[in-house]
Every structure is written in structure tokens, then in C-alpha cells.
């Protein structure tokens, strides 16, 4: 039975809440904690944080950093975001990408230095979290999209390239000295590969055979040996630890360290972090500042998208601006606890949503875990082989080229493709920052080019129903005294020329043309260019004995048409509802002319498609 609808303020306001709990959303969930949560809150935790100490201390090394800096990382922004995140499964920690945008941020102002290093990770990751906070305060979370999605893909692809080559000369087992250009790496890589350390290189090629092995193929055989996923999860994520424990077993009794030249992480500080400050060198933040408003954008970008795909699985929502807010305070909370930039991950948070995460309390018991591993058990890191750290982020960072994704930009546009390619190439060839700045702004270009060209078309009557579409597509009527456009694009200055100058020339083309339809189905929004575009049009057209009509504008658009005055200026009796009542008013078509029976959409596009041109 259909239900008569009305309109209701409160129900319109989707996606908003008020008062205190949506920026403290833990008070959401701890209030309301059930009993049922914790056994899988418990589980997640402890698998998160299996993976999260090898990951933490391998992204720290990768971003230039001691390996404690990593486990750092992972302890109080863990805790925080718990607590503000509104995301209930979003693993939050060091990941590869940003550890990367570090390593080329900080490195060239360092010197070298490995306490200036420190320092400028710690003053990075406060300017991250002012940015971000700063952010989500002001609602303006929408930048991200500036981001276009082939941006980040050929940006992704291309980092995965940087950071997994970064990595060799762990598993080769000799230094490759830093470049600026990513070739000359390669080049010199290639070319001192008599240096190699076999030892090394083995350890290297072993650990990541075995990381593939537990990612590709023992789900398979304990799913086929009749474990339950429960067991499953933890079991197949469990080879980050396994290689972790298997490298330093070897290392240390057979002392390869050496006797083989095998380098290892050696001392690993024990106990908690003590209280860390940033620099507040405003000089210095102005050198930092292109690196942290990059790590904001693609850390966020990386963080929210995979919240919220995991949300939706469990009809959950995520507040985009809290989760800006979450993860600045984590950041902030890195700064002052010895750790660096941090942001949600892809794979921890799969796996975190997986082994059966409910609430924020799974990250703290991840967090925990990892602070009780830093007190107590960091002695047992001193034998670990780089080349296992190496081989960790190699096979994590080799699903960051998503084949399928360019495949498939590249077949739906072209243009979308050129911006992915060309990111993709800047990355590698100028360096990382500039790399997604250049792609960022040739897909504004493209955008800006595709709004300056909106499309238009003559519509036309399908048979006697009161659907009008494109001449180009389908078989329709039209009328020699009337010209029917659909614009079908927001009216802005950048493409209002545009729109005169089509409708001009069309009625130039079309001498026995005495009305004109501007049919304005998707036209969301008119500025002021556009409407005095529209005045000066009517102006022209009138000259030219041709009266200028609307058709199916949009209530708020129609709203200050009116209240500026242009409705007045054409007349109440130029503005029509749909389509149809604007032929009616023309006397193009009679009111009886139409079907006995009520055509549907479909069925008339069926009945009078003719081609399949734009």
C-alpha cells in the first residue's frame, strides 16, 4: 500500500548527530557494551597486535626510523582512536605509504643526523594532527575528493614500486645509496649486485616464501581439514610472527651475524616511551608542511575508505569529519609518545573486522598487548634479520598494484587513465610529494575541462508518451517551431559561454525555431555568471523572435531564480513543470495525444532506441 510522505526536517537531516557523543563516540559503545562483544573484541586484538609488532617495527625502518619507533607508534594513537574513531574495526598504526612519505619528507632535511631525524618524524606528526583535527572542526573533509580515485591508484602503484625497492638492499644485503630520482637506485642496484649477501638473500627469499605460502594457501588447507574460521584467522595471519621467530632463531645460533655479515635490528630499548616534544621552529614547519598536508590527505583517504567498505558490511555508518578528528588526536597523541605519523591500514583492518572486532576495545587490547611487548620483551628483537622485516613490507605492499583497477580505468576513460599514468610516472620520476601534487592537479584540469563542456542535447517526444530524450539516440518526434535542450550539467562560469554559444548556434541553424526549452533536469545549481548568462541569452533570443522557456527546474534552483527576479523577467507562464507541460503550453502536442495506456520508461526506451551515439 503506498504511504503518503511529507516533508520532515529531522528525517532529511541524514548523517548528522548532535550533542556529545559524536565526537566522543565510545560513549555510544562502552555504555552499551555487551557481554557477547568481548570474546571477539578480545580475539581481534591479539591478532592485530601479532601482526601490528612485526609491521610496526618493519614501517618504522622503512621510514627511515628506529624499529622502537614503530612499536611506539602502535601503543597510545591505538588507545585514542579507540576511544574517538567512529569506526569500530579501523586498525590505526604505521603503514607502508606514509612510513614512505616520511622517509622522503624528513631525509633531506635530517642531514643525516639521527636525532634530527627523530625530531622532525615527531614535529611531522603534530603538524599531521593540527591538520587533520583542523579538518574535521571545520567540516571541510570534502578536500579529499580532490583526490580523484586513478590519482591515487597510479599514486598507490607507483609508492608500492618505491617502497619495495626501498627494501632490497635488506634482503641483498648491501647499502643502496638514497637518490633523489628513483632510477638512479635501480641503476646502481643493478649494477652492484656482485655485492650481494647470499646468506642474507636466502633469509630473505625464505621469509617471504613463507609469508606467501600462509597468505595463499593454508586458508585452503585448514578450511579443507575442517577448522572453523575462528581458528583459520589467526593460524594464516600468524607469519609475520612465525618468520620474526624463525630468523632469529638462525641468527643468533648460528651467529650469522658474524660470522655471515648478516645484519640485524640489534638493541631495542626497553619499557615505555617517555613523554616527547615537537619542534615549534615555524621555519621548520614551513619545510614540512608540503609532506604533512600529503600524509593528511592520502593517510585519511587510505583510512576512510576501507572504514567505511567495512561499515557497510554491518549496516554501520562513519562520520567522515570524526574520523579526521580521530585520527589527528592519534597523531597528536604519536607526538608526544616517541612514535610518527600513524593511519588506519587495509590489511590489519580486514583482519581486524574478520577475527570478529565489535567495538573501539579491540584496538585498546591491541594497544596494550603492544605496550606489554615493549616492557617486557623487546630483548628477544635483538638477533632479528633486516632482510625479515624487508620481506614483510615486500609482500605487503605488492597488493597496493591493483592491476584490475587500471584495467578497468583504462577501458571506462581515457582521460581518467591519462591522470593515473601520469601520476604514476611523476611519482617515480620526480618523487612522491611532487608526484601526487602534478596528478592532483591534472585531474582538476580534466574536471575543470569536462564542467566547461557540459553536455546538451535536442530531446525529442518518444512515441505518444511524455518521455522526451535524445534525437541522437532514439527514434522521437520534434517540432520545426520548437526546440527542446536538456542541459545536463550545473550551470557555472567556467561553461556558461559554452551554453550560449550551443544554444546561439542551434537556433541560427534552425530559422523557423520561434520557442526555446532550456530543460534543466540536472542542473543543480546556477552562480551569478551563469545568470546573467541566461539574462543577456534571453535578450539575444528575444532579438531574434524567439521566446525563451524552463522547463523541469529544480525547486531550490527555481527558488532564486524567483527571488532574484528572472522568473518575472520571462514570465510565470515561461516556466513549466516537466517536459510534457511545456509542449502542452506550446500547442506542439494536444492534450489528448497520448496513449490510452501509461508507457513506462523502459519500455519506450526499448521500443525507440536507434543507436547507442552519445
Known amino acids: 500500500m503506498a504511504v503518503l510522505s511529507r516533508p520532515n526536517a529531522a528525517a532529511l537531516a541524514v548523517g548528522t548527530e548532535s550533542g556529545i ?6 560513549l555510544d559503545w562502552l555504555v552499551h557494551y555487551r557481554r557477547p562483544d568481548l570474546a571477539g573484541d578480545m580475539m581481534a586484538g591479539l591478532i592485530v597486535a601479532i601482526m601490528l609488532v612485526p609491521q610496526g617495527m618493519a614501517y618504522a625502518m622503512l621510514a627511515g626510523l628506529p624499529p622502537e619507533v614503530g612499536l611506539y607508534a602502535s601503543i597510545v594513537p591505538l588507545f585514542i582512536y579507540g576511544l574517538l574513531g567512529s569506526s569500530r574495526t579501523l586498525a590505526v598504526g604505521p603503514v607502508a605509504i606514509v612510513s614512505l612519505l616520511v622517509a622522503s619528507g624528513v631525509t633531506p632535511l635530517a642531514n643525516g643526523d639521527p636525532v634530527t631525524f627523530i625530531a622532525l618524524a615527531l614535529t611531522l606528526a603534530f603538524l599531521v594532527g593540527l591538520i587533520q583535527i583542523g579538518m574535521g572542526v571545520l567540516r571541510v573533509g ?28 635488506h634482503v641483498l644485503g648491501y647499502s643502496i645509496p638514497r637518490s633523489e630520482h628513483f632510477y638512479e637506485q635501480v641503476i646502481y642496484a643493478l649494477t652492484h649486485l656482485s655485492q650481494s649477501n647470499v646468506i642474507a638473500l636466502a633469509i630473505g627469499i625464505g621469509s617471504i616464501l613463507i609469508l606467501l605460502f600462509f597468505k595463499q594457501r593454508v586458508p585452503g588447507l585448514l578450511r579443507r581439514a575442517g577448522l572453523s574460521e575462528g581458528l583459520i584467522i589467526p593460524i594464516s595471519k600468524s607469519a609475520p610472527l612465525l618468520i620474526v621467530v624463525l630468523g632469529t632463531l638462525l641468527v643468533q645460533l648460528l651467529n650469522l651475524d658474524t660470522t655471515a655479515g648478516v645484519k640485524i635490528v640489534g638493541e ?4 615505555l616511551p617517555s613523554l616527547t616534544l615537537p619542534s615549534f621552529d615555524f621555519n621548520l614547519w614551513s619545510l614540512l608542511l608540503p609532506t604533512a598536508l600529503t600524509i593528511s590527505f592520502v593517510g585519511y583517504m587510505e583510512s576512510v575508505s576501507v572504514a567505511k567498505s567495512l561499515a557497510s558490511k554491518r549496516r554501520q555508518k562513519i562520520d567522515a569529519d570524526q574520523e579526521l578528528i580521530a585520527l589527528g588526536t592519534a597523531n597528536l597523541g604519536a607526538t608526544f609518545t616517541g612514535g610518527y605519523p600513524v593511519t588506519g591500514g587495509f590489511s590489519r583492518s580486514v583482519v581486524n573486522f574478520s577475527a570478529g572486532a565489535n567495538t573501539g576495545l579491540a584496538s585498546m587490547i591491541t594497544a596494550g598487548l603492544i605496550a606489554l611487548t615493549v616492557i617486557f620483551m623487546t630483548p628477544l628483537f635483538y638477533y632479528l634479520p633486516n632482510a625479515v622485516l624487508a620481506a614483510i613490507i615486500l609482500v605487503a605492499v605488492a597488493n597496493l598494484i591493483d592491476i584490475k583497477a587500471v584495467r578497468h580505468i583504462w577501458h571506462y576513460n581515457k582521460g581518467d587513465a591519462a591522470a593515473l599514468i601520469f601520476t604514476f610516472i611523476a611519482v ?4 612522491i610529494e611532487r608526484g601526487i601534487l602534478l596528478g592532483a592537479a591534472l585531474s582538476l584540469l580534466i574536471l575543470i575541462w569536462r564542467i566547461s563542456k557540459p553536455h546538451m542535447a535536442v530531446v525529442g517526444r518518444i512515441g505518444k508518451s511524455e518521455l522526451y530524450r535524445n534525437v541522437l539516440r532514439y527514434e522521437v518526434e520534434t517540432w520545426p517551431q520548437v526546440l527542446a535542450i536538456r542541459v545536463d550539467e550545473s550551470l557555472y562560469f567556467s561553461n556558461t559561454k559554452y551554453l550560449e554559444d550551443t544554444v546561439l548556434r542551434l537556433v541560427a541553424d534552425q530559422p523557423q525555431v520561434s520557442s526555446l526549452v532550456l530543460i534543466g533536469t540536472a542542473i543543480n545549481f546556477i552562480d551569478a555568471s551563469a545568470l546573467e548568462t541566461l539574462e543577456s541569452l534571453r535578450e539575444e533570443l528575444d532579438g531574434a523572435g524567439v521566446d525563451m522557456h524552463l522547463a523541469a527546474i529544480k525547486g531550490p534552483v527555481l527558488d532564486r531564480l524567483r527571488d532574484i527576479g528572472f522568473v518575472e523577467l520571462i514570465g510565470e507562464d515561461h516556466i513549466h513543470f516537466s517536459s510534457h507541460d511545456a509542449m502542452l503550453a506550446l500547442g506542439a502536442v494536444a492534450a489528448d495525444d497520448r496513449d490510452l495506456k501509461p508507457i513506462s520508461p523502459a519500455a519506450a526506451a526499448r521500443a525507440a532506441q536507434k543507436s547507442l551515439v552519445r
Do not use: M
Request: aromatic share 14%; charged share 5%; proline share 7%.
Open 21 to 26: 557523543r559524536r565526537y566522543l563516540p565510545f
Open 142 to 169: 570534502f578536500l579529499v575528493n580532490f583526490l580523484s580515485h586513478p590519482v591515487l591508484v597510479g599514486f598507490t602503484a607507483a609508492a608500492a614500486i618505491v617502497i619495495g625497492f626501498s627494501q632490497v638492499k
Open 268 to 271: 631495542v630499548p626497553a619499557g
Open 428 to 431: 617515480l620520476g620526480i618523487g
